[in-house]
């Protein structure tokens, strides 16, 4: 069983980047791809970008492609979101997620708010 724990949340300004961090903890840590999800109030919580655990390969959403990079750090067991060009519609609550074989573990989230 992991546990997540996602830091970095806060107010910037339109335009502005904002770096969020996930520790992962727990006695195995043997997650398959590792990730993040947003979800503003009153709508669906959907997923951000993910990236394997074993290679550099990532994947976006539409809406953040080309402002948002992923990245990991397997010997410190944490997982990165940088976001750069922040826009207001990137306002919501961000969480990051570990897909296991046992399915999935979520963090407890951090709230970026996006506004001038």
């Known amino acids: 069983q992991l546990q997540l724990v996602e830091s970095g949340g806060g107010l910037v300004n339109p335009g502005g980047s904002l770096t969020l961090s996930c520790v992962v903890s727990?006695?195995?840590?043997?997650?398959?791809?590792i990730g993040w999800f947003r979800q503003a109030p009153g709508k669906e919580r959907d997923i951000v970008s993910c990236?394997?655990?074993?290679?550099?390969?990532?994947d976006y959403a539409d809406s953040v492609k080309g402002r948002f990079t992923i990245s990991r750090d397997n010997a410190k067991n944490m997982v990165y979101l940088h976001m750069n060009n922040l826009k207001p519609e990137d306002s919501a609550d961000y969480y990051c997620?570990?897909?296991?074989?046992?399915?999935?573990?979520w963090g407890q989230g951090t709230q970026v708010t996006v506004s001038s």
């Open positions: 727990g006695s195995r840590l043997d997650y398959y791809y």
């Open positions: 997620n570990a897909l296991t074989r046992d399915g999935n573990y």
């Open positions: 990236i394997s655990k074993t290679n550099d390969s990532a």
